[in-house]
């Protein structure tokens, strides 16, 4: 990329100075860069949003997913009312509780199991219940826990435990032999290799595990609360707007899901970010 | 072939209080108690033998070079030492007593160092008092104090992956330092260094001896290294590895590693390694 061109050559000395030029321009253009990007994919929903809105009622099918205008209107008004909010929190008191009996459970299955004891008792029934559909358990969950929140929890915690339980899995296998016998070789117990070593070293696979799980976990939340409504939450709003043939409502009700969901991934990516930076992953040769 | 005669007098007994005079005194002996013992040591995956017969008599308080050719077995003798895989026949020992689980008395530096990725250089260094339950105000003392011996001061903060190679080689020293081995074990810790950063790493390998006279077992596969680094050096025989010439050099004592490369005593040690060597290479 030639600077000059076209211009004035400029006098040559203060290098440090004309360096720091350079790099706050080249910051400058990335961010220009970042705005087109951001202008880009505004543009594009807008093009969406005024497609879906003015085509032909042959191509859209308004009485199922409503039209931009109406899915705004009952976004409103379910704001308003109050029903999307506690809808909202609900649904993610749940999720939250389930992430983390999900993980806690998940990671210390997955430690116990690469125990030799551990392997030789969990290792069939793991792989066994890995199998099992999981939505299917609802009405087990339902009977055993009752008409509660409890029923919700439970099914998303036996989604979201496996992703955890593979991850730090594939945490401890991948775990560094040198740096297990070094540990080892300073007299460190097993706690402490755990703690030192393996955790730390497993971070990154827990937090990919965190990405794939939270999704999971709001759609199996959801599921719950479409097919036990009485715990209302956004799969409760889903149902009635369905069973009110309200499509611009449950259009209203699955766009906000996504936007949560797209949010609390941002989230945990820049985490990623941050913990690859801090060890310098993938940079390290 | 073995050079190095048994039941010399020592002049290099496990104590510091040996005399630090200008290369006062050539480190033959071997009377005094043994770091390392192998003897018929072998080992082997399934019908490939990987060592053979190897006898070895590291004596304690040295700098023990072990010389050969790129995959003859070198560090699976280090392996063996370290307690990490099991000879699969012949007795070994470390200070007398047999090696049969991790060889808690020794310090590995491995190829690949094997420092915490998210850890920065203080508490990579002070790991080993860490595990020990010392205070942290204390440990990071202690950890200051190794980090400024090899050279790192100023660099606490830094995470491994800021660091050069040259500098993640004095880190792992540093820890080493803080550990309580007896032996340390370095296989080819600078061979992904550049030339001038080893020659230094090479001379704080020999100050650090000097001053904590730990045995140090040293593989390499270069010639000027060993004779840099080595009171004895054993010429290992291509796969599978056995002593083919253990070579006592004049200790390294007070050895400028940098001079004393050019001087004609190496220049006849770098000879006789290189005949014993050649041969293991050209089969």
């Known amino acids: 990329m030639s600077q000059t061109s076209g211009t004035v050559p400029k006098p040559l000395g203060q290098p440090a100075a004309r360096g720091r030029r350079q790099v706050s321009r080249k ?31 042959g191509v859209v099918p308004e009485s199922a997913v409503g039209r931009p205008s109406s899915v705004a209107s009952s976004f409103w008004s379910l704001l308003k009312s109050g029903a999307l909010p506690t809808a909202l929190g609900s649904t993610l008191l749940s999720v939250v509780y389930a992430m ?14 690469s125990m030799p004891v551990g392997r030789w008792l969990l290792g069939p029934a793991i792989s066994l219940l890995y199998a099992i559909p999981k939505v299917g358990l609802i009405a087990v969950f339902v009977i055993l826990l009752g008409v509660e929140r409890s029923s919700h929890v439970a099914l998303v915690v036996s989604a979201v435990l496996f992703v955890y339980f593979y991850a730090i899995r594939q945490g401890i296998e991948e775990a560094n032999e040198d740096q297990l016998n070094a540990l080892r070789g300073m007299g460190a117990g097993r706690l402490t290799v755990l703690r030192k070593l393996i955790l730390p070293s497993a971070v990154p696979q827990l937090l990919g595990a965190t990405r794939i799980a939270l999704p999971l976990a709001l759609t199996s939340e959801i ?60 940079l390290q040769v | 072939m073995r050079l190095g005669q048994r039941g010399e007098p020592s002049a290099l007994q496990l104590g510091a209080e040996r005399p630090q005079g200008a290369g006062a005194e050539n480190s033959l002996g071997t009377s005094s108690g043994h770091a390392v013992e192998a003897s018929g040591v072998e080992f082997g995956y399934g019908e490939l033998p990987v060592v053979s017969n190897l006898d070895l008599k590291i004596p304690a308080g040295e700098i023990y070079v072990i010389l050969g050719p790129s995959g003859c077995g070198k560090s ?48 990579n260094a002070a790991l080993p008092l860490e595990i020990k339950h010392v205070p942290k105000q204390e440990r990071h003392d202690a950890a200051r104090h190794v980090l400024n011996r090899v050279g790192l001061n100023g660099f606490d903060d830094y995470r491994p992956h800021q660091l050069s190679g040259g500098m993640r080689s004095r880190l792992s020293l540093a820890r080493a330092l803080l550990g309580e081995a007896d032996i340390f074990l370095m296989d080819e810790p600078f061979a992904a260094v550049d030339a001038l950063s080893r020659l230094k790493l090479q001379q704080l390998v020999v100050d650090v001896w000097l001053e904590t006279r730990k045995t140090i077992i040293y593989v390499t596969h270069d010639l000027y290294e060993a004779i840099a680094l080595g009171h004895r050096i054993a010429v290992m025989t291509a796969r599978p590895a056995r002593v083919r010439l253990e070579q006592p050099v004049e200790g390294p004592e007070s050895r400028d590693i940098a001079d004393f490369k050019g001087t004609d005593t190496a220049q006849h040690l770098y000879g006789v390694l290189w005949n014993a060597l050649a041969g293991e290479l050209g089969e």
């Open chain 1, 27 to 57: 910051a400058r253009k990335k961010d220009r860069d970042l705005l087109a990007v951001i202008g880009w994919r505004v543009l594009l929903v807008a093009i969406f949003c005024a497609l879906w809105q003015l085509a032909p009622d």
């Open chain 1, 100 to 113: 983390i009996i999900g993980a806690v459970l998940g990671i210390a299955l997955g430690i116990f199991s």
């Open chain 1, 223 to 282: 599921f719950a609360e479409l097919r036990e409504p009485s715990i209302a939450g956004l799969g409760t709003l889903l149902a009635d707007s369905s069973q009110s043939l309200n499509g611009a409502a449950a259009s209203a009700v699955l766009i906000v899901t996504v936007l949560i969901a797209y949010g609390l991934d941002i989230v945990l990516n820049s985490r990623v970010k941050g913990f690859t930076e801090l060890t310098g992953t993938g």
């Open chain 2, 76 to 123: 699976t003798v280090l392996n063996m030492i370290a307690g990490t895989i099991k000879p699969t026949g012949g007795d070994l020992t470390c200070f007398g007593s047999p090696i049969t689980d991790l060889n808690r008395r020794v310090s590995y530096m491995t190829q690949r160092d094997t420092l915490l990725a998210w850890r920065n250089s203080l508490d």
